[in-house]
């Protein structure tokens, strides 16, 4: 019976067997469903965080082939032109200021002037030439506002900016390196393709889409400046306040100020909100639900910088890229346009597209320069020759006020080593920099032109056989005022490589981090003594004498030790006295004095005085407050002044130089003082 083929009697169905027939299958169904839970639903929490928050499927970057596809979606190019004109605008201001064009004729005027390229042969042309770089940059700038001739435009723009960006480190900064790279990622895109005069001339490129890439780059270098902003203030050194301080004085913080007293700004808001504000606000800016509520955050904090800080075209450039995270089309509503017609044509063709070979490619490219300005802010480990007390060059790490120095001494001495003359050199006699004053490379830069511009100027009292020795004594961040470099080498002869450590560079005295409350404390009752009196931390290196002469408009001076072991002599006393923490001694004024750090660990110790010429004259502290208070909160028609003012400085160097190309009339320069 077991292989009989008849069919055996089967049962009705009747409603409560398929009812319970759906319920065991329901039942098997939910058992199942519980076994692949888990996996199933992060997966669908992903896929619905992607596609509501951040407005994309998961799956456009599950593959190279759809992550292509995402890339070359079409989208309206009207906010990009919008950003394109304001980008133009705004490098047309800051060629006249950051870049140096209304002090053309010092910066390259001067045959004598430093400068200091990246690149060894580098060189700065005779100045009428600059004026022509200058002018080509400017021309530029006015192409990419105008929209007119783009690509070209572009050109004109990058090649001499790069170039004065590239001669002289000194100049450098985070936003000088944004500019030129947002310059360079708008030269491939199709930012012309809205609001410019190739759209007006051309009507075949008015109102075309572009594919979504030319975005992303703008959008991905914008969010890689806020995220490694974020990163960099992340650390200790930030944190703890010391980076920037008495920044809670300005008006700005009014409104805190009923709340927290200054210090509780200087830590709370200007540090521990800047270093979150840093780090969130881009991923804010990419979720759509949250972009409306902190877009006011994000236009108030750059705002408010452009307030705070010297630091030209950058918050109106960042604001110029907030539109960037909202829809392409945002220009035409507002304007009443509608939406792009050739976006909506033919969708499904569009959607039904697989991305070649060359588009593939250009997604590799794009990937690849990601992947470099990931990678770029934390590469130093391989460039050990430009890290000193900081990592890199400042300029591509994008850590923006982490650092804050305060420069007291600098004295460059030049030795005759025929006749063994000893010569001061004022340290700004051949440039208005002093970064070159904190790094190693920059100040063998410094050095070797100093000797190049004293043998071509054939001084008669100093021969061809020099040394050059820099003595540089500044703090960071609130630290002790200590030396740079090794004073004791000769930077002609000094070694230096950008793969290598620097030997001779001195390294910042972080063991010392500790006593930073204390010379907060201490420096607040020595300011409390008097209106006239205050106070200089210095920490040294073993061996190491500091030479110190006490101007005669300095009274009540004091030697105190707080660390470590030093010898101390004068120019009148032979004698000399050994001090230990702890102690103190009084400074006569108007002599020499030396201060040798004995044994195998720095000393720290501290100046006292007060100062005779203010106590004589009257003035006081609380005056030179006042007269802060007395200049205008908003200064916008004095900034507009100085703009204007410096804008026809800029515009007079072209003309001079064109004028000196084309007909030989005369420059005429301005002459810096030099001793």
Same mark, same amino acid.
């Given at each position: ?23 065991? =299958? ?136 790069? $170039? #004065? ?9 985070? +936003? ?25 001339? =051309? ?65 709370? *808001? ?31 904090? =750059? ?30 509503? #507002? ?126 009292? *100093? ?50 981090? +500790? ?6 404390? #201490? ?81 720290? $110790? ?41 804008? +026809? ?10 004028? $000196? ?15």
């Amino acid at each position: 019976m077991a292989n009989s083929k008849r069919k055996l009697p089967t049962k009705a169905t009747t409603p409560e067997n398929a009812t319970a027939t759906k319920d065991l =299958h329901s039942q098997s169904k939910k058992s199942a469903s519980e076994k692949v839970s888990p996996v199933a639903r992060d997966s669908s929490l992903l896929r619905q965080f992607f596609r509501e928050c951040l407005g994309h499927e998961l799956s456009n970057f599950t593959s190279l082939s759809h992550f292509t596809s995402w890339l070359q979606r079409p989208v309206d190019g009207a906010a990009l032109g919008i950003f394109r004109m304001l980008y133009g605008a705004a490098m047309l201001i800051d060629i006249a200021e950051e870049r140096g064009g209304g002090q053309l004729d010092v910066r390259f005027g001067e045959p004598h002037h430093c400068h200091f390229p990246l690149f060894s042969g580098m060189r700065a042309l005779p100045y009428p030439m600059m004026g022509c770089v200058y002018l080509c940059m400017w021309l530029g700038a006015w192409g990419i506002t105008l929209g007119f001739r783009f690509r070209v435009s572009c050109v004109a723009f990058l090649v001499p900016y790069w $170039y #004065i960006f590239l001669l002289d480190k000194p100049t450098w900064n985070n +936003h000088s390196y944004l500019f030129g790279l947002a310059g360079t990622l708008l030269l491939f895109t199709q930012a012309e393709s809205y609001c410019s005069l190739d759209s007006w001339l =051309h009507p075949c490129r008015r109102s075309r889409c572009i594919p979504y890439w030319n975005y992303f780059l703008i959008k991905f270098q914008f969010f890689v400046l806020y995220l490694y902003a974020g990163l960099k203030k992340f650390s200790l050194e930030w944190l703890s306040g010391y980076a920037m301080s008495n920044l809670s004085h300005h008006w700005v913080f009014t409104p805190f100020r009923q709340m927290l007293d200054s210090e509780m700004i200087d830590l709370l *808001i200007v540090h521990w909100f800047t270093a979150v504000f840093d780090l969130s606000i881009a991923f804010f800016m990419t979720v759509e639900r949250t972009r409306l509520l902190v877009t006011p955050f994000m236009l108030s904090f =750059h705002l408010m910088n452009s307030r705070l800080f010297v630091i030209g075209m950058f918050p109106w450039v960042c604001l110029a890229e907030v539109p960037l995270f909202f829809s392409p089309d945002w220009p035409r509503k #507002i304007w009443g346009g509608g939406s792009n017609p050739l976006l909506t044509s033919h969708p499904s063709i569009e959607a039904s597209k697989q991305p070649g070979i060359l588009a593939r490619m250009r997604t590799c490219l794009i990937l690849g320069y990601c992947a470099l300005q990931l990678f770029l802010p934390y590469s130093h480990f391989i460039t050990k020759g430009y890290n000193n007390w900081t990592n890199g060059l400042y300029g591509y790490s994008w850590d923006m006020m982490v650092h804050s120095y305060d420069t007291l001494q600098t004295s460059i001495q030049v030795v005759d080593n025929e006749s063994r003359q000893v010569h001061n050199l004022n340290p700004y006699a051949f440039t208005e920099y002093d970064r070159w004053t904190k790094y190693a490379d920059m100040a063998v830069q410094y050095a070797k032109c100093i000797e190049e511009n004293l043998r071509v100027g054939q001084t008669a009292d *100093i021969g061809s056989n020099i040394s050059v020795y820099f003595d540089i004594w500044c703090s960071m961040n609130g630290r002790f005022q200590q030396r740079s470099f090794d004073p004791r080498v000769d930077l002609l002869k000094a070694k230096w490589s950008p793969f290598e450590s620097t030997s001779w560079s001195l390294p910042l005295l972080t063991e010392l981090n +500790h006593m930073r409350p204390k010379l907060r404390t #201490i420096e607040t009752e020595v300011l409390a003594w008097n209106n006239y009196s205050d106070v200089i931390f210095v920490a040294d290196f073993p061996g190491l004498t500091l030479t110190n002469f006490i101007s005669p408009d300095l009274i009540n001076c004091t030697l105190t030790i707080l660390e470590g072991n030093v010898r101390y002599r004068n120019e009148n006393d032979p004698e000399a006295y050994f001090l230990t923490a702890g102690k103190s001694i009084g400074l006569e004024s108007n002599i020499t004095h030396l201060v040798t750090t004995i044994g195998q660990r720095p000393a720290s $110790y501290l100046f006292t005085y007060t100062n005779k010429t203010m106590m004589d004259q009257g003035i006081t502290i609380d005056d030179k407050a006042a007269s802060v208070e007395d200049r205008s909160v908003l200064p916008l028609w004095q900034e507009f002044q100085q703009r204007l003012s410096n804008y +026809h400085q800029f515009l007079g160097h072209i003309a001079n130089c064109m004028l $000196y190309l084309l007909y030989d009339v005369p420059i005429p320069l301005a002459v810096r003082e030099r001793d």
